[in-house]
C-alpha cells in the first residue's frame, strides 16, 4: 500500500503564544498560566491542542480555534455537548471547563480537560495495544448504553449523506491502489458493492458509538487506553467502534484475534462486519479525492487513501485473494 501516515505528525496546529490575549487569560482563570507547552501531534486539524505545564508541574490538555474556522468550531461545539451526556464509566477525559471566548470572527471555542500522560498507539499497532484498546472499547460500548439524550444523530443518516461511497466500487480505478489491491478490488466489484449498500441496514442501532475510533483518537496510559475527541458520537450498534479500527491494525500485521474475540464482535454477523469495512473504504477513497476541508491538515486526504487501501486489504484477507 501506499506509505502509512504517520499518525503522531498530523496535525498543524498553532502556539500557545499564538493564541489571542483573550483565550491565554480565560484559560490562565481556569488552570493557570503555563511555563510550558506540548502541542498534539496527531489529529487532522488546524486547532490548538496542547499539554500545558503549571510552574507546579500540574497539566492540563487545552483546545481552541476560531469561530471563523466554521468546520473544526462545530466539531468542538458537538464535543462540548457529547461530555454534557458522557457517562462516568466511558474511559475518557473529563471536560472541566468550555467556553466561547469573544464574538463574530474574533470569538474562539475553547475546552480545557483533565490531562492524561500517555502515547498514541499504532506506531506501529502491536498486539498489546489492540487487547487495551479492546479493554476500553468494551467499558466504553457497556457506558453508553447508558446515554439519554435527545439527538437524532444516527451512522444511518451519516454514512447515507456521502451516496457517492455506495458507486464507488462499480468504477473505481483498480490502478489507483496498490498493485494487488488493485488486481483484487477488480474482480470482486459487485460483492464491494453489495457490501457497501448493505451497511446503510447493519448500521442500524439504538445505543451510542464514538464513531471515529483511530490511533490518534486513543491515548495509552500505563495498562488503560483512554478514548479522547468525542465529536462524532451518534446512534450506532455497539461493535461498530472496534470494527471500523479493525483495518488501521491489521495493515501493521497484526493478529485480530483479540479483536473478533471480543464481546463486541463474537455475535455480529460476518456479512456485517465486511459491510462496515467495505463502506469505511469506499468513504475513505471517496473523501481522498476531495480538496482539504478548511482548517484541515495536509496528512488528511493520505490518511483516507491509506485507510481506504487498509480496507481492501482486510476484506482481501477475509474473502480470500482469489
Not at 504517520?6 to 496535525?11: G, L, Q, S
Not at 470572527?105 to 479492546?134: K, S, T
Not at 456521502?162 to 489507483?176: I, M, N, Q, V
Not at 455480529?268 to 477513497?285: I, K, Q, S
Amino acid at each position: 500500500m501506499d506509505e502509512r501516515v504517520r499518525y503522531d505528525a498530523t496535525a498543524v496546529r498553532p502556539s500557545w503564544d499564538e493564541l489571542p490575549e483573550q483565550v491565554r487569560a480565560v484559560v490562565a482563570e481556569w488552570v493557570g498560566t503555563p511555563v510550558s507547552w506540548r502541542s498534539a501531534g496527531g489529529g487532522f486539524t488546524r486547532g490548538f491542542a496542547s499539554t500545558l505545564v503549571n510552574g507546579d508541574g500540574s497539566r492540563s490538555f487545552v483546545k481552541a480555534v476560531p469561530f471563523s474556522n466554521t468546520h473544526i468550531s462545530a466539531s468542538y461545539r458537538r464535543e462540548i455537548a457529547v461530555h454534557g451526556v458522557l457517562p462516568e464509566a466511558v474511559p475518557a477525559p473529563r471536560l472541566l471547563h468550555s467556553a466561547e471566548v469573544g464574538s463574530g470572527q474574533d470569538g474562539w471555542v475553547v475546552l480545557a480537560f483533565d490531562h492524561v500522560d500517555g502515547r498514541m498507539p499504532g506506531n506501529p499497532w502491536d498486539g498489546a495495544d489492540l487487547r487495551m484498546v479492546v479493554a476500553a472499547l468494551e467499558r466504553t460500548a457497556d457506558a453508553l448504553a447508558d446515554v439519554r439524550w435527545d439527538d437524532t444523530s444516527t451512522l444511518v443518516d451519516e454514512a447515507a449523506a456521502e451516496p457517492g461511497a455506495f458507486t464507488l466500487w462499480k468504477t473505481y480505478d483498480e490502478s489507483r491502489v496498490h498493485e494487488g489491491l488493485g488486481t483484487w478490488l477488480a474482480a470482486h466489484r459487485d460483492r464491494l458493492s453489495a457490501a457497501t449498500a448493505r451497511s446503510l441496514e447493519a448500521f442500524r442501532g439504538t445505543t451510542w458509538a464514538h464513531c471515529d475510533v483511530r490511533a490518534d483518537n486513543l491515548v495509552i496510559e500505563g495498562s488503560t487506553a483512554w478514548v479522547v475527541d468525542w465529536n462524532w458520537l451518534c446512534r450506532a450498534p455497539a461493535w461498530v467502534d472496534l470494527a471500523l479500527l479493525l483495518p488501521q491494525v491489521h495493515a501493521n500485521g497484526v493478529d485480530l484475534a483479540p479483536a473478533y474475540g471480543s464481546r463486541l464482535l463474537t455475535d455480529v454477523a460476518p456479512d456485517d462486519l465486511d459491510a462496515a469495512v467495505a463502506w469505511l473504504g469506499a468513504l475513505m477513497l471517496l473523501l481522498a479525492d476531495a480538496p482539504t476541508f478548511e482548517g484541515g491538515s495536509p496528512w488528511i486526504r493520505p490518511h483516507q487513501r491509506w485507510t481506504g487501501q487498509a480496507c481492501l486489504d482486510l476484506l482481501r484477507s477475509r474473502w480470500g485473494a482469489a
